[in-house]
């Protein structure tokens, strides 16, 4: 069946030091979306790729979906304490109504 | 406005007894999800509501999983006589315009 792998599973970072998080799918995405979970939390909605190639940005946060429509990427510039929790993106396969969500990366950051 | 709300917000309940937990989506929103977290782990899909209809129910772990939709509002996830590997957080998100999906705080699920 269809998988989302996401590496890596925890990062420690020094506060001001950059984090990525990279995700694979065993198949096409029509779509993929970003969410960040800070512990006891639920899942808040960052971000929606949907374009080969697309690149966005939200403040420190750069989002990419790769030319194949099978990877992405978040990446955080100076990280700061605010920014821990889990990083969680979903694909959805073209045709489905299910979001695939990868196994998540845990951020903490230190001070 | 409102979130997404669901009830009860913790469930601790004995081996082979059923549990309803509910989800109150954003007003409006049409599209429904279901998923399943256990501790420390990603988001496993259950099943997918567009309307009072679910075109998707591949999700639903066994027959002793059912869900169903009134009013194209509120929605119910029924797991009967449940077994310890169910507990987990279950979390309801409604879909937004834009594809975005708004969790709820989620049931978190105890069985005994």
């Known amino acids: 069946g269809q998988q989302v792998m996401q590496i890596p599973q925890y990062q420690h970072v020094q506060e001001g030091e950059d984090f990525t998080t990279y995700c694979n799918s065993s198949?096409?995405?029509?779509?993929i979306q970003w969410y960040k979970q800070r512990p006891g939390g639920h899942p808040v909605f960052l971000i929606q790729?949907?374009?080969?190639?697309e690149v966005k940005k939200q403040k420190r946060l750069t989002f990419q979906f790769g030319e194949a429509k099978k990877n992405s990427s978040l990446h955080i510039t100076a990280t700061q304490t605010t920014d821990v929790g889990t990083y969680f993106c979903?694909?959805?396969?073209?045709?489905?109504?299910?979001?695939?969500f990868g196994t998540g990366t845990r951020l903490k950051v230190l001070a | 406005g409102a979130g997404v709300s669901q009830s009860p917000s913790n469930k601790v309940t004995e081996k082979g007894k059923d549990v309803e937990l509910r989800c109150d989506p954003i007003?409006?929103?049409?599209?429904l999800y279901w998923y399943r977290q256990s501790l420390g782990q990603g988001l496993e899909f259950l099943i997918y509501?567009?309307?009072?209809?679910?075109?998707?129910k591949s999700g639903l772990p066994s027959d002793r999983f059912s869900a169903e939709r009134t009013g194209g509002s509120v929605s119910t996830l029924t797991i009967q006589r449940t077994q310890q590997e169910d507990s987990a957080v279950y979390l309801c998100?409604?879909?937004?315009?834009?594809?975005?999906?708004?969790f709820g705080p989620g049931t978190r699920l105890t069985v005994l």
């Open positions: 979903a694909g959805l396969t073209s045709g489905t109504y299910k979001y695939i």
């Open positions: 198949t096409t995405l029509s779509n």
């Open positions: 007003s409006g929103h049409t599209a």
């Open positions: 509501f567009q309307g009072n209809s679910a075109p998707d």
């Open positions: 790729l949907v374009k080969s190639g």
């Open positions: 998100a409604s879909m937004g315009t834009y594809n975005e999906q708004f």
